[in-house]
């Protein structure tokens, strides 16, 4: 069970619990970033050891976050998903408890009535669905599932690119759209008067972050626009995972003194514990300093 890493953080009246698929998972920093090296890592001390081990490794975690405002009970993103085939093999064919841990949390599938992805990508939608008897169907079946419009036609579209990934459409993306309930959504919807999404494309060309805002007090959860605490530091880093690299360093450069300046709570979507903090700034970039209790 991950239950000993459900953290909660209140912004206002808005409460929003994060849930661990896979927790800080180590990796070498060329796995994520073609420049990566054990060096570049350790150029930057204030990563250890929440962030990074001491030989350079970098650390990630693959989590979703429920969010409660007033009755609303809306789910950002959706990790990776059980049973699922992935070539990546620390995806493939997942055994978790986050079900379990979601339920155990206040936000049992059936009281979700919002589904928010921040993109299509396959470790945000495995949740969408689950497996009964064979067959993929929706996990959580009375929410509506808000897709960006332009994300949906960009995974749709790789389906003919060689090397494209999207083993993950025909079960956690298609089945949710042939039940029914997609609602396609622009990048600068809003869901409440609390909650709404801020448009930040790069990593794929509809991805959005979800921001949040009550009694005075503002967060954003940023999906993949940083996907590590290492690209406060270097906004520059490029991905190999992006779809469009030089859109992805303005828009997260852009993003980093935004919210900095803004003094905003910053939930990193693949940020280790403590996961959640602010962006400092640091000569003219910056670092991350979690909060240490949630």
């Not at 609602?183 to 972050?209: A, I, Y």
């Not at 992006?242 to 852009?254: G, L, N, P």
């Amino acid at each position: 069970m991950a239950r000993e890493h459900i953290k909660r953080w209140k912004i206002g009246d808005v409460e929003v619990v994060r849930i661990v698929e896979i927790n800080a998972e180590q990796i070498d920093s060329s796995v994520m970033y073609p420049d990566g090296t054990p060096e570049l890592v350790k150029r930057h001390p204030w990563l250890v050891p929440r962030f990074a081990t001491p030989d350079g490794q970098i650390m990630i975690s693959f989590q979703a976050f429920a969010v409660k405002i007033g009755n609303r009970r809306i789910m950002v993103d959706t990790c990776v998903g059980n049973e699922k085939h992935r070539l990546a093999p620390i995806f493939n064919q997942l055994q978790t408890s986050f079900l379990d841990d979601l339920a155990f949390s206040g936000f049992a599938p059936e009281s979700i009535d919002t589904v928010l992805c921040t993109h299509l990508h396959l470790d945000h939608v495995g949740w969408n669905t689950r497996k009964v008897n064979g067959k993929w169907v929706p996990t959580f079946p009375n929410a509506r599932y808000l897709f960006g419009r332009t994300e949906w036609e960009f995974i749709n579209g790789l389906v003919n690119v060689p090397g494209a990934e999207v083993d993950h459409l025909p079960d956690s993306l298609h089945p949710i759209y042939e039940a029914g309930l997609v609602d396609f959504v622009e990048p600068q919807h809003r869901v409440c008067d609390e909650l709404w999404l801020e448009p930040t494309p790069g990593h794929t060309p509809g991805h959005v972050s979800v921001c949040i805002a009550s009694q005075g007090q503002r967060a954003v959860i940023t999906g993949d626009v940083l996907h590590h605490p290492i690209q406060c530091a270097e906004p520059g880093l490029k991905t190999n995972f992006c779809a469009d690299h030089d859109q992805s360093q303005r828009t997260r450069r852009d993003f980093l003194k935004r919210h900095q300046e803004q003094h905003t709570f910053v939930i990193g979507s693949h940020f280790c514990e403590p996961t959640a903090g602010w962006f400092v700034p640091h000569g003219d970039v910056w670092r991350f300093e979690g909060q240490e209790k949630s």
